[in-house]
């Protein structure tokens, strides 16, 4: 296995970092040397300095190693409890608000293989009241060709689709010989697109935001500045739901913070009521 001088760490360390936002550190630095070492065997070179090269001069060639080192992990439903807050109390609160314009934009930045976005399509269905009578944007994006060609396809091998009630799952899928394909009715609801939250976004006046567990893996100016940009993103009072893990705790941010008993998540409060509480038993 590949042994980094720490010279070499540094440089592909901050090749990453500027083409991404993705930090390694001491404690990850064993999975850059597995993916560095993938790499020079796909591209049958013998010397980090040619691999660092190619990288440099080939934008093809960077998108891909990026796609390498990035961590896809993700499922239906994950996190429950931010799910059930966005059926009972933001998707409520947004229908009475926007009830006469019945538009709706949301964003999955960091969508991975699609669960995200399918999830948010599926809660969409179940609240809204007529919902075909509702003018519908899911903006999926990912840094990852790999993982967006899986999303596009929507197909699922069964133990992926556990964590969808089973009435949802006959409704919306299509149950094939090994798994379940997403259904047109969720399909038609999502875009997929190549984004790098590096860059800016001409998405705006987006009504929620969805991007958990990504900007974990980016170090904190970096995150400052995407959680900015989603910021600027959002309408005037736009939700922006974090990872379990990730917060904005430490951070110069607008943002409010919304908490109940079981999950946290920010709203940009420019105008508009903060949303009802949750009731206990829906
Ligand atoms: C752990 S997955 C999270 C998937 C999903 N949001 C969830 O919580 O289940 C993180 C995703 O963020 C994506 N990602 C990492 N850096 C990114 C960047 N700079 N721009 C866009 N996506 C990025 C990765 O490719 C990966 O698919």
Excluded at 59 to 85: G, H, P, W, Y
Excluded at 118 to 137: C, E, G, M, N, V
């Amino acid at each position: 296995m590949l042994s980094l001088t720490e010279p070499d760490f540094d440089r592909f360390r901050d090749l990453i970092r500027s083409a991404s936002g993705i930090h390694f550190t001491r404690y990850n630095r064993s999975v850059l040397e597995n993916r560095l070492d993938g790499a020079l065997r796909k591209y049958a070179l013998d010397s980090l300095d040619l691999l660092y090269r190619k990288l440099t001069s080939d934008k093809a060639t960077l998108t891909e190693f990026i796609d390498s080192v990035t961590t896809n992990l993700t499922r239906f439903f994950r996190n429950e409890a931010q799910f059930e807050v966005l059926e009972q109390a933001i998707l409520p609160e947004i229908i009475r608000r926007k009830g006469a314009q019945k538009r709706l934009s949301i964003w999955s930045a960091g969508c991975s293989t699609g669960e995200e976005p399918y999830t948010i399509a599926l809660s969409l269905l179940k609240i809204l009241p007529d919902p075909r009578s509702w003018d519908l944007h899911i903006h999926a994006s990912d840094i990852s060709l790999r993982t967006l060609m899986v999303a596009k396809q929507g197909f699922y091998e069964t133990s992926r689709v556990t964590h969808i009630p089973p009435d949802l799952l006959a409704r919306y899928f299509i149950n094939l010989q090994d798994g379940y394909e997403v259904g047109p009715e969720l399909k038609k609801l999502i875009r997929f697109d190549y984004h790098n939250l590096q860059h800016a976004t001409n998405l705006r006046e987006m009504d929620i935001i969805f991007c958990r567990n990504v900007i974990i893996y980016f170090e904190e100016s970096t995150q400052e500045k995407v959680v900015q940009s989603f910021y600027d993103t959002l309408g005037p009072k736009g939700y922006l739901f974090l990872g379990h893990s990730e917060s904005l705790f430490s951070m110069k941010t607008r943002f409010q913070l919304y908490k109940n008993d079981k999950t946290t998540l920010y709203y940009k409060d420019e105008g508009a009521p903060t949303p009802a509480p949750m009731r206990e038993n829906p």
